[in-house]
């Protein structure tokens, strides 16, 4: 039977390809040289290609090949194969509806060609180069076809329509790549249990990232349950908008508030909640912007989800800037290019242009990209503004400088020259999740994935301010409990970002930084002395060493110290927060709406996990919870988590 | 050595293009005349239908006048020239369900309608290939179609040569299916 169907497969071979009419192949010939001579009056002699470009794609291809001998090769369920194309087109089709028809108007020189075709959408393939006349000098733009001939369409009126969004459809991937194990994650071991006895500060980095977040959803969408590893809690956590009230003025940058109430999955437990508020620029305040768009346009790049969705993110932002911010967009594939220098937002179309013509081809020379990126950064540095270099891929800088070390070295010098990175993640399949914290976390920016338009506008445009405006910057939490009170303690999340002790005052230690309105939250489960769930059994010595403590600290359960520094600043200021009786909560119900949720969240993210602490926490629980602290939910995120929990639930079948 | 010819061939497209891009015209005549019939048959293979081939090979040319000036030698120049056509593949793709035709019907009627000589078993296959994932679809297009090794294929996709092999492995069982449903 196999033989009989190789066989069968063999005529495939055999089929004669119709000829063209020697007609089209004439019309395609002159409007190629059309085209070409339209190019030529319209753009200055450019420079030439590099000489090392064999070497590099020899690296690539040797890369791929390392990388994909590895990795298994999953065999997608044959319901999969139906759903997943036309899945694909619906998103394509959304994607379309976002912007006008591409016919053009007919220019004389190739009308004719148009003409004679046989069907009736052919305005597009004639080569009017009106478009091109406004790249001026010797400025060459080196997108793999950024001056496609559909560059006319551009000078149609394309507004990003803002009022139009779809709810969350998953853009799938119309092929059913393989879903192997090219995607990387960074994550440590889940936090151990500490004994406060022996350890009693914990020190952590704050994130203010949210990719894992949108990873696990799309996974579970996708109708699997996401890796273990590949969920990181905080970033569940730190996904929603939370209600605390921030500071009223900038020179305090933020407010804590910090909650002890019930374990819900653990009822000899406590949770101490720390939410951290962020002051908020107002609107009139807002530095000016210099960023730059460092687009991957290699050839896994072609996909509904990835470019063209990357077009209509940048589109929505480009609405939340002001006329006075500078936009350039950096392309990198088999090679970097500008392929548009700095440009005031105030020439929208220009910026809209360019980002139309951008075209995926090749493979993926991230480093090159991300100097070029830095270049232009540099060259339009606003002083006292917001500079920063937005990063768009779907995976990996695998030509150039590939270990991440590397790279993290080039984004620290830059990030001291005062420009700051932060990354974007498109599709699946290729994402390197690990290159993605790496960068943001040493460029100090957000990593944030986005798997759908509506993820774009929570992202770019909900949280614009937040993503762009920092308050605070190498912002640290140290912990200090109380052994007296808590017997042991187990921070959840922030496993990558663990910092040491001594860290903690070291101002030249890097730590995240929190943008204009961000909220933070750290949570801690703690077993207080006496709680029957205790892990370790107590030190017979231990006692002695706190005694000679005044009689007023005793009660405190923990002091919660917070590090920051203004922006530009060399020195941290320091926040200290005692968690005395008064932040105690007796029951769950008690605690606020947001306090919880995130509870909601943190629990969910370590059922995801897979973490033993919770195999008799159900997801009708979580489910419970959520429901019943859902609050205002303008945005529907809260909704969408409950409708998450829901397929896991589904999708857990142990 | 059919390999050497291959990259023969490559050595003297990329000399070309680099010359093209320089604003060579003769160069870029040159260039186009010798890849038309790949850039049609690749059209041809992924839409089934001739004139839609022919579209879409006028398209590709056209973008091609604009787009060699941004061609650096750095990949191989077929590599470069394949997404332009699979890009404007799809744009066409894209247009058809827009002006309101089925998703299904652009993907396997077209070829019903317009397969060209004869339509032996070889035709119904390859009108079975193109309802096939769009990777599949190129994949065998490439190795089958073109008669590429998989190594070949694989550097004109920018993939890995195992993904080639596991889109043509994919693309078998898929097929098989069609072909056992047919027999029965």
């Known amino acids: ?654 | 050595m059919m390999a050497l010819a291959q990259m023969e061939q490559s050595l003297a497209d990329r000399e070309l293009a680099r010359a093209a891009g320089r604003g060579d015209r003769a160069a870029f005549a040159a260039l186009v005349e010798r890849h038309y019939d790949f850039i049609y048959r690749v059209s041809w293979r992924l839409t089934g239908s001739r004139t839609e081939a022919e579209d879409i090979a006028q398209d590709v040319c056209a973008r091609l006048g604009v787009a060699i000036r941004t061609y650096r030698a750095d990949s191989a120049f077929t590599t470069w020239l394949y997404a332009i056509i699979t890009n404007a593949v799809r744009d066409a793709g894209r247009k058809r369900v827009r002006e309101g035709e089925k998703i299904s019907a652009w993907a396997r009627d077209l070829s019903i309608t317009d397969t060209g000589p004869g339509d032996g078993p070889a035709e119904a296959l390859w009108a079975a290939v193109r309802g096939l994932p769009a990777k599949q679809q190129e994949a065998v297009t490439l190795v089958y179609g073109e008669g590429l090794s998989h190594a070949r294929a694989a550097e004109i996709m920018a993939v890995s040569e195992t993904t080639v092999s596991w889109h043509i492995h994919e693309a078998k069982k898929r097929l098989k299916q069609i072909v056992s449903v047919g027999d029965a």
């Open chain 1, 1 to 654: 039977m196999a033989n009989k169907l190789n066989d069968d497969f063999d005529i495939l071979r055999s089929t004669k390809v119709p000829q063209p009419s020697k007609e089209a192949r004439d019309r395609a010939l002159h409007a190629a040289l059309a085209a070409f001579d339209d190019a030529a009056e319209n753009n200055a002699p450019r420079t030439q290609g590099n000489a090392s470009g064999g070497r590099l794609t020899d690296r690539t291809f040797r890369f791929w090949r390392e990388v994909m001998q590895k990795k298994l090769i999953a065999v997608p369920a044959f319901a999969g194969l139906v759903a997943l194309p036309i899945a694909g087109v619906i998103g394509w089709q959304l994607m379309d509806e976002l912007r006008p028809d591409m016919t053009l108007p007919n220019d004389g020189a190739s009308s004719e060609a148009a003409e004679t075709t046989a069907s009736g959408h052919l305005g597009r393939r004639v080569a009017p180069q009106s478009a091109i006349v406004e790249d001026s000098g010797a400025f060459v733009p080196s997108a793999i076809s950024p001056r496609s001939v559909i560059s006319g369409e551009a000078l149609i009126e394309r507004s990003a329509r803002p009022g139009y969004l779809p709810q969350p459809v998953p853009m799938m991937v119309p092929s059913s790549a393989p879903s192997d194990g090219r995607e990387r994650f960074a994550n440590g071991d889940t936090n151990p249990l500490k004994v406060t006895a022996e350890a009693p500060v914990s020190t952590f980095s704050i994130d203010v990232d949210t990719a894992s977040y949108a990873f696990v959803r799309r996974s579970l969408r996708e109708g699997v349950l996401p890796l273990p590893e590949s969920v990181r809690v905080e970033e569940l956590i730190n996904y929603f908008p939370y209600d605390w009230q921030g500071p009223s003025s900038a020179s305090v940058p933020f407010n804590t508030r910090i909650t002890v109430m019930p374990t819900p999955w653990n009822e000899n437990t406590q949770l101490m909640h720390v939410a951290i508020k962020g002051y908020e620029i107002n609107q009139t305040a807002k530095p000016r912007s210099n960023l730059v768009f460092l687009v991957d346009v290699s050839g896994s790049m072609n996909e509904p989800d990835k470019l063209p969705l990357l077009k209509n993110s940048f589109r929505l932002l480009l609405d939340k800037l002001d006329s006075d911010d500078t936009v350039s967009i950096v392309t990198y594939a088999g090679r970097a290019g500008t392929a548009l220098e700095p440009t005031k937002v105030s020439e929208k179309q220009k910026i809209l242009q360019a980002l139309d013509h951008l075209e995926a081809g090749g493979s993926t020379a991230g480093e090159d990209g991300l100097r070029q990126a830095y270049q232009l950064a540099e060259s339009s540095f606003v002083e006292g503004g917001v500079n920063r270099v937005m990063l768009a891929t779907d995976g990996d800088f695998n030509v150039g400088q590939t270990s991440d070390d590397d790279l993290k070295r080039l984004i620290e010098d830059k990030r001291e020259s005062g420009v700051l990175l932060s990354v974007l993640g498109f599709g699946r399949g290729n994402l390197n999740d690990r290159m993605m914290q790496t960068i943001a976390q040493n460029g100090n920016g957000i990593a944030a994935y986005i798997d759908t338009l509506s993820e774009a506008e929570k992202v770019l445009v909900q949280e614009a301010s937040s993503s762009l405006f920092t308050i605070a910057q190498d912002v640290k939490v140290q912990v200090e409990f109380n052994p007296q009170q808590v017997a042991e303690y187990r921070l959840i999340g922030y496993e990558t970002r663990a910092l040491a002790r001594e860290d903690f005052n070291n101002d030249r230690v890097d730590a995240g930084d929190i943008g204009s309105g961000h909220s933070v939250t750290a949570i801690y489960e703690i077993t207080p002395v006496g709680s029957p769930a205790r892990m370790t059994d107590e030190l017979r010595y231990g006692g002695a060493r706190t005694q000679g403590s005044p009689a007023g600290e005793m009660e405190e359960l923990a002091f919660v110290k917070l590090r920051y520094k203004q922006p530009g600043e060399a020195h941290s200021k320091l926040i200290e927060t005692p968690v005395t009786e008064d932040n105690v909560v007796a029951r769950f119900d008690e605690a606020g709406e947001s306090e919880r949720f995130s509870a909601a969240v943190a629990a969910f993210g370590q059922k995801l996990r897979r973490s033993s602490d919770l195999s008799s926490f159900g997801y009708d629980q979580i489910i419970d919870i959520a429901n019943a602290s859902r609050g205002a939910d303008p945005y529907g995120y809260r909704a969408e988590f409950l409708s998450l929990v829901r397929l896991a639930a589904a999708l857990d079948t142990k």
